[in-house]
């Protein structure tokens, strides 16, 4: 039985990946952040069942961490920890590096140091890499161009494990992933703010929907789709970087305009930048309006990932569709 190590099991991807893992008989072990009121719902129904288990563990403690690695010796390891929203990393600079920066630097070296010949390494980094981009699609090969400290933190993070698969013989992958969403999307980003409120503007219970910038423009997938490909990096012979991406492109405001047709409600925008509006098309109410709290100090307007590599060298291709993935959250947010 192969032993998988996931920092950041608390979140949308560890949940999805554990899942996936164990589905495949492996023995998952998460790390979770120390919290007095731990924040576990994603991973709830994994807790107590076989060959799941959780340790406490900051990515910001070294000691902790090689301690953990010379106990488990996992087969391998998935970096997920990480400060992951971009708009707050321009408010919290120096713990972001900490965590997304120097926190992969620590597992890495930790597998140096303590020689852990047969371990494979998985870094969780990021299409915010390419940051606003010359040109579109944007694959591996595509400068690195990051518009946020968030971004350049992960940027940091990305030379690093290349450096460490060159420089030591590391089996260490970075999976560039763009964009990917689920009903357990934290609810912080913006297509788990928009279904929710869906919801609640629908039921009465909220009157409109405050966003930033509508023009925004992003490659969304379902995060199912995007943890099968991080797993199939890590069963190559060779270490390399892969970009996972639909290659489909839609706006905020389109996501808006996706979300609130399940619910029967057609919405129509009208004016531009701050004064831009959304309103019922039947009841003439406005339901989403802008505003500047939700700008970021610098924003990355457009991505499109081309996963040409990934879908020639792993067998990976995006299963479901944008539809789908609004449909997904959608239902689930209404059966919440
Ligand atoms: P997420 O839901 O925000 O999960 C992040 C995880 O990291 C959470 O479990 C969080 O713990 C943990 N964490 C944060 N700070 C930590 C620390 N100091 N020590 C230990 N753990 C810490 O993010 P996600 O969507 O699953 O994404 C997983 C990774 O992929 C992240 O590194 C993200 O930056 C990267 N990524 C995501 C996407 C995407 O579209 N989803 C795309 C590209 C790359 P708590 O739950 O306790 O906060
Ligand atoms: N969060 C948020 N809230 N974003 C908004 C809002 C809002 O009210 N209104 C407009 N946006 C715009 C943001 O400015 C951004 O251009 C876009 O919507 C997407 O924002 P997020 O959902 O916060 O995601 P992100 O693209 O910044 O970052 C996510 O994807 C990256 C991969 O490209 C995160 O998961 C990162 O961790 C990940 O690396």
Same mark, same amino acid.
């Given at each position: 039985m192969k032993t998988a190590l996931i920092t950041g099991i608390t979140g949308q991807d560890g949940a999805y990946l554990s899942e996936f893992l164990l589905d495949k008989n492996y023995r998952v072990i998460g790390l979770q952040q120390p919290s007095a009121t731990p924040n576990t719902q994603n991973i709830d129904h994994l807790i107590g069942t076989d060959y799941f288990e959780t340790v406490v563990c900051d990515i910001t403690d070294s000691n902790a961490i090689f301690r953990i690695l010379k106990n488990i010796n996992p087969d391998e390891i998935y970096n997920l920890a990480g400060q992951s929203h971009v708009g707050l990393s321009f408010d919290l600079p120096d713990y972001t590096a900490q965590v997304n920066a120097i926190g992969t630097v620590r597992l890495l070296e930790a597998i140096r140091i303590l020689d852990l010949k047969n371990t494979r390494f998985y870094q969780a980094s990021t299409s915010e890499i390419f940051g606003n981009a010359d040109?579109? #699609?944007?694959?591996?090969?595509?400068p690195l161009n990051p518009a946020s400290p968030y971004a350049a933190a992960k940027?940091?993070?990305?030379?690093?494990?290349?450096?460490?698969?060159?420089?030591?013989?590391?089996?260490?992958?970075?999976?560039?992933?763009?964009?990917?969403?689920? #009903?357990?999307?934290?609810?912080?980003?913006?297509?788990?703010?928009?279904?929710?409120?869906?919801?609640?503007?629908?039921?009465?219970?909220?009157k409109n929907l405050a966003l930033g910038n509508l023009g925004a423009i992003r490659d969304w997938g379902h995060a199912r789709d995007y943890v099968r490909g991080m797993w199939?990096?890590?069963?190559?012979?060779?270490?390399?970087?892969?970009?996972?991406?639909?290659?489909?492109?839609?706006?905020?405001?389109?996501?808006?305009?996706?979300?609130?047709?399940?619910?029967?409600?057609?919405?129509?925008?009208e004016d531009d930048g701050l004064d831009e509006i959304g309103i019922n098309s039947k009841t003439g109410k406005k339901i989403v309006t802008v505003s500047p709290e939700f700008y970021r100090p610098n924003d990355v307007h457009s991505l499109c990932g081309d996963a040409t590599k990934a879908e020639n060298i792993l067998k990976w291709k995006p299963e479901i569709s944008f539809s789908e993935l609004i449909k997904d959250m959608m239902d689930a947010e209404i059966n919440a």
């Open positions: 040109h579109s #699609p944007q694959n591996e090969d595509t940027a940091y993070a990305h030379h690093m494990v290349k450096i460490y698969r060159e420089s030591y013989g590391l089996h260490a992958s970075c999976g560039i992933l763009f964009n990917h969403e689920s #009903p357990i999307r934290g609810a912080e980003f913006v297509t788990r703010k928009i279904t929710k409120a869906v919801v609640k503007i629908h039921k009465g219970d909220q199939m990096m890590l069963q190559q012979d060779i270490a390399d970087d892969y970009v996972l991406a639909t290659g489909e492109q839609h706006s905020v405001r389109d996501f808006v305009i996706q979300a609130f047709k399940h619910v029967d409600i057609n919405i129509i925008f």
